[in-house]
């Protein structure tokens, strides 16, 4: 089964400034997508963004873009200009192209993300 | 649209008994799980469906039971609940492609 890292379990920021959250990941495969997602305090899952593993070109979502080094299997979230409403705990899942296991998802442990007024 | 619906919000269950989480979206996707969150452990899979008709199980299947009779609906029940089924638990659903996972507001289950 594939494996998901996420080996920062908290971070904090300062209000405006940005914020790298790593994620790695274990696989044999070579097609699948990358996901990161936001849990508030209001326990909701949002996603955030999301990565195909074909693509060279890495993703951006306004103020939250990826660094996707497939190589390393390396998949991290840069929150830039980050604000209040950033604070959360963030989840790096993976899904794999295996339609046996219903392309199933893989999540990491997560991060805490705190924000400093 | 209502997306993925997931009840109830909470609840509080004694050693031994029995309950259904109930889960049913209207995006007509395939693909459908639950998974239980526990803090420090992120997200495990109990059990999925991939269409109706059609399960299987996760990463932690023992305790939990699963039916998919229709495309919409995908009840998970606990048999015998234990403390140990104290958690948060999540039901997803998507297309069964690489599309993301939709999920429901979550259950805080306590078992006393």
């Known amino acids: 089964a594939q494996t998901v890292t996420q080996s920062q379990p908290e971070m904090s920021v300062q209000e405006a400034e940005t914020v790298t959250l790593s994620c790695t990941y274990d696989t044999s495969e070579s097609d699948y997508y990358l996901f990161w997602y936001k849990q508030p305090p209001s326990r909701q899952m949002i996603l955030v963004i999301r990565?195909?593993?074909?693509?060279?070109q890495n993703a951006t979502e306004n103020r939250f873009s990826v660094n996707f080094q497939k190589a390393a299997k390396s998949f991290s979230l840069k929150i830039s200009d980050s604000q209040l409403g950033d604070a959360a705990m963030y989840f790096c899942?993976?899904?794999?192209?295996?339609?046996?296991?219903?392309?199933?998802?893989?999540f990491g442990t997560g991060t805490s993300l705190t924000v400093i007024p | 649209n209502a997306g993925v619906t997931q009840t109830p919000k909470f609840q509080v269950l004694k050693t031994g008994q029995s309950m259904t989480l109930q889960c049913a979206q209207d995006?007509?996707?395939?693909?459908m799980s639950w998974y239980r969150q526990d803090p420090g452990m992120g997200l495990r899979l109990i059990h999925y469906?991939?269409?109706?008709?059609?399960?299987d199980q996760g990463e932690v299947p023992n305790g939990y039971n699963v039916s998919r009779s229709t495309t919409e609906d995908f009840p998970l029940r606990l048999l015998s609940a234990a403390p140990s089924q104290t958690s948060v638990y999540f039901c997803?659903?998507?297309?069964?492609?690489?599309?993301?996972?939709?999920f429901g507001q979550g259950t805080r289950l306590t078992v006393v």
């Open positions: 995006m007509n996707h395939e693909y």
């Open positions: 899942a993976y899904r794999s192209p295996q339609i046996n296991t219903g392309n199933q998802f893989y």
């Open positions: 997803a659903s998507s297309y069964s492609d690489f599309t993301e996972a939709f």
């Open positions: 990565q195909e593993a074909y693509k060279q």
């Open positions: 469906s991939v269409g109706a008709g059609i399960t």
